[in-house]
Nanobody, 115 residues
Framework: QVKLVESGGGFVQPGGSLQLSCGVSGVTLDYVAVGWFRQAPGKERELIGSTIWAVGNVDYADYAKERFTVSRDTAKNTMYLQIDSLEPDDTAVYYC????????WGPGTQVTVSS
């Protein structure tokens, strides 16, 4: 059974940083795409960054290129999302996804940025 679980979300003040984690089990990742997405209140889900697990080069959405960093630990089957200089507009549920067509999703973790 494929399982993705995000963690690390929470309440953060503007300007702060946060690292989210995504543990993946039940699937051999190798040449599978993995990515981070987010969905803000009232908005559609959007891609933050994605990579092919075995390759590691990350493609970022334009808005995410400066403050978001996607990385992975292949030994731990874990993917990370570092977010720096958090802004209130970063408030969203953050999801990790995997699969040839992102058919596997985690339940999401809430990030709230507010003073």
């Amino acid at each position: 059974q494929v399982k993705l679980v995000e963690s690390g979300g929470g309440f953060v003040q503007p300007g702060g940083s946060l690292q989210l984690s995504c543990g993946v089990s039940g699937v051999t990742l190798d040449y599978v795409a993995v990515g981070w997405f987010r969905q803000a209140p009232g908005k559609e889900r959007e891609l933050i960054g994605s990579t092919i697990w075995a390759v590691g080069n990350v493609d970022y959405a334009d808005y995410a290129k400066e403050r978001f960093t996607v990385s992975r630990d292949t030994a731990k089957n874990t993917m990370y999302l570092q977010i720096d200089s958090l802004e209130p507009d970063d408030t969203a549920v953050y999801y990790c996804a995997a699969g040839m067509s992102y058919e596997y999703w985690g339940p999401g973790t809430q990030v709230t940025v507010s003073s």
